[in-house]
């Protein structure tokens, strides 16, 4: 079982950042490639970025390659998303979500994984 809380998100002007951080429980983080989603209003959650469960891969939506970088720290059961340039139709709720590296990596799709925060707001003014 992993448990995940989200922190970070706020109200920010366009091209503008934030970090958001996701705190997991347990002692095998590293176990578990991690992943964030985002859902704005009257659309599906969709896949924005996921790391191993060793740090050493990530993967990113079009949407956000280059503007948007994620990182983990297993010494402090830690992922994080950094939002740079950030832009209105950024807003939505991110949400961060666990899968055991036991399966293939990247997992793009929210079905496959496990385990997930209760998200955080994030909204960019223009």
């Known amino acids: 079982q992993v448990q995940l809380v989200e922190s970070g998100g706020g109200l920010v002007q366009a091209g503008g950042s934030l970090r958001l951080s996701c705190a997991a429980s347990?002692?095998?983080?590293?176990?578990?490639?991690m992943g964030w989603f985002r859902q704005a209003p009257g659309k599906e959650r969709e896949f924005v970025s996921a790391?191993?469960?060793?740090?050493?891969?990530?993967i990113y939506a079009d949407s956000v390659k280059g503007r948007f970088t994620i990182s983990r720290d297993n010494a402090k059961n830690a992922v994080y998303l950094q939002m740079n340039s950030l832009k209105p139709e950024d807003t939505a709720v991110y949400s961060c979500?666990?899968?055991?590296?036991?399966?293939?990596?990247?997992?793009?799709?929210?079905?496959?994984?496990?385990?997930w925060g209760q998200g955080t707001q994030v909204t960019v003014s223009s």
């Open positions: 979500a666990a899968r055991s590296i036991s399966f293939p990596f990247p997992a793009l799709r929210s079905q496959e994984y496990n385990y």
């Open positions: 790391i191993h469960g060793s740090g050493g891969y990530t």
């Open positions: 347990g002692r095998t983080f590293s176990s578990y490639a």
